[in-house]
């Protein structure tokens, strides 16, 4: 296997190690320096956002709001110093980027082979995503990125986006009603529906 | 070609189908007779159109919790067999939204039925309401519609406006409605 040509790998490599670590042994203090380090290494934040995906996998956490909700309280709780506030831990506030969208089509492993190092790129960037996710906003986003790729890839891309967009949403309304103290069981405020 | 108004509902058709054609970029008067293409129609707007086998409510939830990693709550009788399912989630004004088609055992031109069918509630019923309560609050809002299967003995959907234009089919027949209710 051929040895990766950047020289941080093998350092941000051994820092994922001790992150893994600390997260299983609960030392929250070395948690909290890798999370410290991530602020100014982009590659190394990206490894820790596929990390964070990977145990929410593991633990099954996925459908269940109520259980992202309780992991969004013991990070608040326990990862204070870490952070300015609770919107920064999670950047639930902060618009979908193209570095969030790379990322998810990267931890789903839905990246055409073709494509692999147009999504590589993407992962550096973090402009935010159209807000109306248009095929036709995907295509002068594409050409804004300055990325090549297949169409299949804008069209993962634009799929992956929308769906990551009512996540994202779910999760700010949720964070919004509880602070109001008005969330529902279902964790709905509105809700229609019908068929025929 | 616009088409011979004469109700106000045909009116409301009408006007929604020029405004998919000019939110898509296209300009239905300058298209060839033909299929529509009516995924350039639905991509005009953040809907995302899935295939899915066995479609019923509770596959229906479970696509959506899967892929927006949230809990979905759907319309109840969660093994009701469906053709298609609408689903929108808006949140200080941005939403986002997913039309499922049955895959399984559907031709063509039934499961372009189902997208085009699905578009038309997006287009007739929630875009006007997201867009007259646009700003008015911050409380979120979450829109479900199943469209379902037709009868053995139902023919396939006849070809409306959404599906082909150009020549005599651009004439105002109004077919869009569901071959079942």
């Given at each position: 296997m051929p040895l990766p040509k950047d020289p941080n790998w093998f350092r941000r490599e051994a820092t994922l190690g001790r992150y893994v670590s600390a997260l299983d042994g609960g030392d929250l203090e070395a948690v909290e320096a890798v999370l410290t380090a991530a602020m100014d290494d982009p590659e190394l934040a990206a490894a820790l956002d596929a990390v964070h995906l990977a145990y929410q996998e593991e633990m099954q956490l996925g459908p269940a709001a109520q259980d992202v909700a309780l992991v969004r309280e013991l990070v608040r709780k326990h990862f204070q110093s870490a952070f300015a506030d609770d919107q920064a831990v999670?950047?639930?506030?902060?618009p979908l980027t193209v570095h969030d969208v790379a990322l998810e089509l990267e931890y789903t492993r839905r990246v055409p082979a073709a494509d692999r190092s147009a999504n590589a790129q993407l992962l550096h960037n973090r402009q935010p995503v159209?807000?109306?996710?248009?095929l036709q906003a995907v295509k002068q986003l594409a050409q804004e990125v300055g990325v090549q790729a297949s169409e299949r890839f804008w069209k993962l891309f634009r799929d992956t986006a929308i769906m990551l967009g009512i996540g994202r949403s779910h999760q700010q309304a949720l964070s919004a009603a509880r602070e109001e103290g008005r969330l529902t069981p279902g964790g709905e405020e509105t809700a229609s529906g019908g068929h025929h | 070609m616009i088409p011979l108004l004469t109700t106000g509902v045909e009116f409301r058709i009408a006007a929604a189908i020029a405004r998919v054609y000019r939110d898509a970029g296209l300009d239905a008067d300058a298209l060839r007779a033909g299929v529509v293409p009516l995924y350039s129609l639905i991509g005009a707007y953040p809907l995302r159109v899935v295939e899915v086998v066995s479609l019923t409510y509770g596959s229906a939830r479970e696509f959506l919790q899967k892929e927006s990693r949230q809990q979905v709550p759907v319309p109840e009788q969660p093994d009701r067999p469906l053709a298609g399912f609408l689903y929108i989630y808006g949140y200080r004004d941005q939403f986002y939204g997913c039309i499922l088609v049955k895959?399984?055992?559907?031709t063509v031109a039934r499961r372009r039925f189902s997208a085009a069918h699905e578009l038309g509630h997006y287009l007739l019923h929630f875009l006007p309401r997201l867009e007259e309560t646009?700003?008015?609050?911050?409380a979120p809002w979450m829109i479900s519609e199943g469209l379902d299967l037709p009868g053995e003995d139902e023919p396939e959907p006849p070809s409306g406006q959404l599906f082909f234009s150009g020549g005599e089919r651009w004439s105002g027949k109004r077919t869009s409605s569901p071959p079942s209710s």
């Open positions: 999670f950047g639930q506030e902060e159209p807000a109306q996710l248009s | 895959k399984d055992g559907q646009a700003g008015s609050g911050t």
